[in-house]
């Protein structure tokens, strides 16, 4: 009996759709993580396009962010923001620069950059830096940024970003276990 009679379509023709599939997913995933509670105009306020954040600060952030207080969460800022200025500027080189010693060792620079993807960064503002121990800080960050996925268009979305910040041998380091 001919088996291509009983299926038409050979499996191989599948494995695009899946991969188109995986990344849709991927993508809706991303776009859930990032949204917001929507607004509403007074009424007989004229209908408009909206033109920035959705949401009231207070929806995601706490309502009394933390005060640098310390010095270590000055430095931990400071190392956090430059880290994303070379992001957003592009140099994903330089920001391999500031993961640890022992992440270096055992991740490529080749490899770091490849890990990043395809995100387009957009804008980043350190919120905050709690400290746990004198050489432990977490520094939340809030990230503007677009997730290139093939065949669609995607607005920018923001999210937040809890970074650790390990201190080692005086400099301040992004830790290897941060979400990247």
Known sequence: MNRSLL??????AW????????LLLAGLVITGCATA???TAPQGAASQAPTGPQWAPEQVAPKQLPKITTPQQAQVRDR??????????GDLAKAYTFTTPAFKKNTTEAAYVAGLG???????????????TPDSCVARVRV???VALPRTTMNKITTHVDENWLLDEGQWWLSDDTPR
Do not use: F, M
């Open 15 to 22: 494995r695009p759709l899946a991969r188109t599939n995986s």
């Open 144 to 146: 503007d940024l677009k």
């Open 80 to 89: 956090a923001a430059a880290r994303w200025q070379t992001l957003l500027a």
């Open 118 to 132: 395809k995100v387009q960064w957009h804008g980043a503002e350190v919120i905050y830096v709690t400290c746990a």
């Open 7 to 12: 299926n038409p379509i050979k499996p191989t």
């Open 37 to 39: 509670a929507e607004t």
